[in-house]
């Protein structure tokens, strides 16, 4: 099946910085690359997703780059606020029915 | 309406029980599923059912059984369950079983006793 890395495991920044997780992913067949946070206490949730047709996608302060070559993406947040602590975890569709693998998250920590 | 809603939110169940998790979407998704999640750890693939048939069972145990009443309801159907077992379950739907963005439920905190 699909192998979905995700480093650093733990980020801290300071607020106003950027962030930045990367992730690889095994399968090349793959072509769909969605990004999660998941807040204590909550179901993730959708934040930006990017399909392999495309390089980069932006949603305010929420980016992600897609390298088909080198098989890795990664999200990339600005002006980090202290909402923006959470975890967040990257996913590989792969198979045929395009089911998504899981990254195994990033403790993501903004520093008031 | 654009969420995904769990119930309960928390259950606690002694080994010899019978439970059932509920979860409800109206978005019109054709795909549900069900994650585990233990903590620390990502979710977990547990079933997948796309237009109210199942579709991917991940090799879960039979002390698990999930139900597609109709396309908006998915129960999971927990028996016997062990202590091992306790974890966040989570459900989710997708506008179809493919490469869409999942919407996730809040989960169900799920501790055996």
């Known amino acids: 099946g699909e192998n979905v890395e995700q480093h650093p495991s733990t980020l801290s920044v300071q607020e106003g910085d950027s962030a930045v997780i990367k992730c690889t992913y095994s399968?090349?067949?793959?072509?769909?690359f969605p990004w999660y946070k998941q807040e204590l206490g909550k179901g993730p949730q959708l934040i930006i997703d990017?399909?392999?047709?495309?390089g980069e996608k932006k949603d305010q302060r929420i980016a992600v780059t897609l390298n088909k070559t080198a098989k890795h993406f990664s999200l990339h947040i600005t002006e980090t606020q202290p909402e923006d602590s959470a975890v967040y975890f990257c996913a590989a569709s792969f198979g045929g029915n395009n089911r998504l693998a899981f990254g195994k998250g990033n403790q993501v920590v903004v520093i008031p | 309406d654009t969420e995904v809603t769990q119930t309960p939110k928390h259950l606690v169940m002694g080994m010899t029980n019978k439970k059932s998790l509920k979860c409800e979407q109206h978005?019109?998704?054709?795909?549900m599923y069900w994650y585990k999640q233990k903590a620390k750890k990502p979710p977990e693939l547990m079933f997948v059912?796309?237009?109210?048939?199942?579709?991917i069972n991940e090799s879960v145990p039979s002390r698990f059984s999930p139900e597609c009443p109709n396309s908006s309801l998915l129960n999971l159907h927990l028996h016997a369950l062990q202590p091992e077992d306790s974890a966040l379950y989570l459900c989710a739907s997708s506008q179809e079983l493919g490469p869409y963005g999942y919407t996730f439920g809040s989960g169900t905190r799920l501790t055996v006793v």
């Open positions: 990017i399909r392999s047709n495309v």
């Open positions: 059912y796309s237009y109210e048939k199942l579709s």
């Open positions: 399968d090349s067949a793959s072509n769909y």
């Open positions: 978005m019109g998704h054709r795909a």
